[in-house]
């Protein structure tokens, strides 16, 4: 079932310019992720946020996460043509290890205007 | 650079046909998957496996099935394929404790006319 549901749908901006992505989710989990899709191809892990953690960084990324508020955004600064693509948060429910499976939104698609 | 590698990057099949995707990695994880990808309802998963011979359905396990004979590889069958079954396949892998993300294969789009 479809966990994660990410805002906007869609999001045309300059190069150069910030792009903000909004992830918000239903119940409780260990911890959210983010993923790239070019388009056509398969899912590349971008960052991952623990329940525990309220922010964190990597490269031109920044991540968030409210828990009380079921939602996390993503940030990418100073975009690159390079990085048009869809992108998707999944959350993570397991408490422990093994697999229950990711659940994925249903993407934003953005797109970097040169 | 690891890898989770699918057997076809595009395949066209006819209805009623027995169809395997295969995905193969060389991580040594534990945990494999395989998902559908349509436009408008994103990723949903139809099954996994945490170990060999192990499986697990997902939310969309009907008209599919799979195996795990060996822990590098992940077969998703479809018994008799019908047109809507045509959609993006995405296998995945993650250790057993996995807490870096998931691996995704590049995807095979099937087509089933």
């Known amino acids: 079932s479809q966990q994660g549901e990410e805002d906007p749908q869609a999001l045309s901006i300059q190069e150069g310019e910030n792009a903000t992505m909004n992830c918000s989710y239903k119940t409780s989990i260990n911890n959210l992720q983010w993923y790239r899709q070019n388009s056509g191809r398969g899912l590349v892990h971008l960052i991952l946020?623990?329940?525990?953690?309220r922010e964190k960084h990597s490269g031109r990324l920044r991540v968030t996460l409210d828990t009380s508020k079921k939602s996390s955004s993503l940030l990418i600064t100073a975009s690159r043509a390079a990085d048009t693509a869809s992108y998707f948060c999944?959350?993570?429910?397991?408490?422990?290890?093994?697999?229950?499976?990711?659940?994925f939104g249903k993407g934003t698609h953005l797109i970097i205007q040169p | 650079d690891v890898k989770v590698t699918q057997s076809s990057r595009y395949l066209v099949k006819r209805t009623g046909e027995k169809v395997f995707l295969e995905c193969v990695q060389d991580m040594d994880h534990e945990n494999m998957f395989w998902y559908r990808q349509d436009p408008g309802l994103g990723l949903r998963l139809i099954y996994f496996s945490y170990d060999v011979k192990m499986k697990e359905k997902g939310d969309i396990p009907e008209g599919y099935s799979v195996s795990r004979e060996k822990k590098e590889r992940f077969s998703l069958i479809l018994e008799s394929a019908s047109t809507n079954q045509t959609s993006m396949y995405l296998c995945?892998?993650?250790?057993?404790?996995?807490?870096?993300?998931?691996?995704f294969g590049s995807g095979t789009r099937l087509t089933v006319v």
């Open positions: 995945a892998s993650s250790p057993f404790w996995g807490r870096d993300g998931y691996t």
């Open positions: 946020i623990r329940s525990n953690e």
């Open positions: 999944a959350t993570d429910a397991r408490s422990g290890g093994g697999a229950d499976g990711l659940t």
